[in-house]
Each structure stands twice: as C-alpha cells, then as structure tokens.
C-alpha cells in the first residue's frame, strides 16, 4: 500500500474551524434538538446524558451531516433532527463503551460509569439511542431510517467483533480494519450519506459522500489508534497507553508483533493478555513501536484513506463547503504530529 501525502495548507495547521464556521448556524439548530429531546421526568436521564453531550466533544459527525447538506445545496431543515439523530446514536455507543472497556476518563473529564455506574450509564445509552430512532420516525424518510438503523447495528456487530479479538495479537491486519470499519466508519459513512437523501440526489452522490465519510472515520480511527502511545493526556482525553493496558489489539500493534523477533512477539502476547502492564512495559513497547516502524506506517495508511476520502468529493460541490471537508480530512491526519 502506498500513500499520498495529504497537502497541509500553507500559513496554519488544519483544524475543524471552517467546518464549524460553516455549520455554525445549522448546529445551534441541532443543539436545540438534542437539549429538548435528552430531556426525562427521570432527573437522572438529563443529569447523565448531560455530562457526555456537555463534555466538549466537537459533534463532528452531526457537522458532517449539516456540511453535506450545505455541499449539495440543501435549502430545508430535515437534516436538524437527523444530525441530533446521528449525534444521539454516538452519544449511546460512548456510554456503552465506557462500559465494556471499564475507562475511567473520556474528554479529559470522568466517565459517566465511574459517577453513576455501569447500570444507569448503559440505560440512558439506550435512552439516548431511542430517541435518536424516535427523530428519524419523525423525518417520515424510510430510506434514512433503513441507512441509520443499518449503520446502528453494523457499529453493534464491529463492537462485539473487537470484544472478540481483544488479546489476540495474531489479529489479523484485515480483520482489525474491518473491525475499525464497522465501528467507527459506519457512523461516519452514514451521517455524511443522509445529506443526499433529504437533498434527493442519485444514488452516485449517496454512494460518493458515504465513501467519504467511511475513509475519513478509518483515518480518524487509525490516527487514535497510533496517538495512544505517541500523545497525551492533553490531546487525547485519556491516558496515553490505555489501548495497551487494556490489551486492545490496534494496528501499531499488528504491525509491530509481525514485524518482531521471537522474543518481541513473546512480549507483545504477554504485555496484551495483561502479563505486561506497567509503565516500564508501555515505555517498551512504544519503543518496539518506533523501531518497526508500526507507529509512522499506522498513519501512512490514515493518510492512504484520508486521501481517498478527499477523492471522493471530486465532482461533488465546490466552494467553502468542499474546502471544508477536504480540511477536515486533514486536520483528522493532522492530529497525529
């Protein structure tokens, strides 16, 4: 695999500042959704949906909804409630998340679980999640609701596969993109793809922004993936090395246990199935990572699939929507250096 260098822009670092610009009154719109809906006569519900959906999360899946639909020129409002509907989908997955992986810090700030419990946390994730299927009923549009509840399940079935290869080293390299794929791809394809259902456009542009968005959240994910053990606290909401304590099989990884020694692979199965977890072992390990290369061809390939994402849009709109999006895609590769 090969990778086209993404062109930075001269003069600043890429950032989401144009998206949100772009979006910004569009997004006021959705929060006001997403405000009256998380709503319960349960005090707890609010409280603690609250606490995520206020915890300074960029809500770049829901942007990415409104500048699509700002790309195709869309006049109307439909896509209000359905970037609140994208917007409720991810919330839930971050609180079941939590859950399942036990992590103590999201966004720089406490997990809901570790305030409230697991209990409460998976509830109002399916609280959360109803409501957002409850807003695509409304919109009236069975071919949104088949892409959302589509996407729902797919992020359902990439969670359970990566549960399952959780510790395996010998994870395959395909088998981990198709997990990163269904998981966090899915949402990404399917928020940018109902843009140009409620716009009425072909199936080539639903085809065209799904690709989009599915190569921008592979990236997305393989950026996370490589700064967990290149980055901090500050960047990434949660302690550097957490994927490798909790013994989640990425693609620095992969890499590296198929590039090592005999005695590098025997560290790699013991330091994942938890035999080799101190911060003597993560400082080990981030050196293995660099020594193979893993870490720098973990963000080769994001910017293999940055660049098709990009690619994608050609022919698709112009102007400060286009421009938008293409910085996006490269403020997603961006965060890695």
């Not at 950026?223 to 990425?250: E, L, N």
Request: with cysteine.
């Amino acid at each position: 695999m090969t990778a086209t260098l993404i062109p930075i822009r001269q003069g600043r670092p890429p950032s989401l500042d144009a998206l949100m610009t772009l979006v910004s009154q569009d997004m006021h719109a959705v929060n006001r959704v997403i405000l009256d809906r998380m709503q319960s006569q349960v005090p707890l519900i609010p409280e603690l949906a609250g606490h995520l959906i206020a915890g300074g999360g960029k809500r770049m899946r829901p942007m990415l909804t409104l500048a699509c639909a700002r790309l195709l020129e869309y006049p109307g409002t439909r896509h209000h409630m359905l970037a609140a509907a994208v917007e409720f989908i991810h919330t839930a997955t971050l609180l079941h998340d939590d859950v399942v992986d036990g992590s103590g810090q999201r966004r720089g700030k406490r997990t809901a679980n570790m305030i409230w419990g697991n209990g409460p946390s998976v509830l109002v994730g399916d609280f959360l999640l109803s409501r957002g299927f409850e807003l695509m009923v409304e919109d009236g549009s069975l071919r949104v609701l088949k892409i959302l509840s589509h996407a729902s399940a797919v992020i359902a079935e990439g969670e359970v596969e990566q549960l399952s290869a959780q510790r395996r080293v010998e994870t395959a390299e395909a088998q981990y993109l198709k997990i990163i794929d269904a998981k966090t791809a899915a949402l990404f394809a399917a928020a940018c793809r109902i843009s140009a259902v409620v716009a009425e456009r072909d199936a080539a542009t639903e085809a065209a922004l799904d690709n989009y968005g599915r190569y921008l959240g592979i990236a997305f994910q393989l950026v996370d993936d490589a700064m967990d053990y290149a980055s901090d606290a500050a960047v990434m909401g949660k302690d550097t090395g957490d994927d490798f304590r909790d013994g989640k099989v990425t693609l620095p990884v992969i890499l590296a246990f198929a590039r090592g020694t005999t005695e590098d692979r025997k560290f790699w199965r013991d330091a994942m199935e938890g035999r080799r977890a101190s911060d003597a072992d993560l400082a080990h390990a981030t050196t293995l990572l660099q020594d193979t290369h893993a870490i720098a061809d973990t963000v080769a390939r994001a910017r293999h699939y940055g660049q098709r994402a990009i690619d994608a849009l050609s022919g698709i709109g112009s102007g400060p929507a286009r421009a938008a999006l293409v910085e996006a895609v490269e403020f997603a590769i961006s965060r890695a250096y």
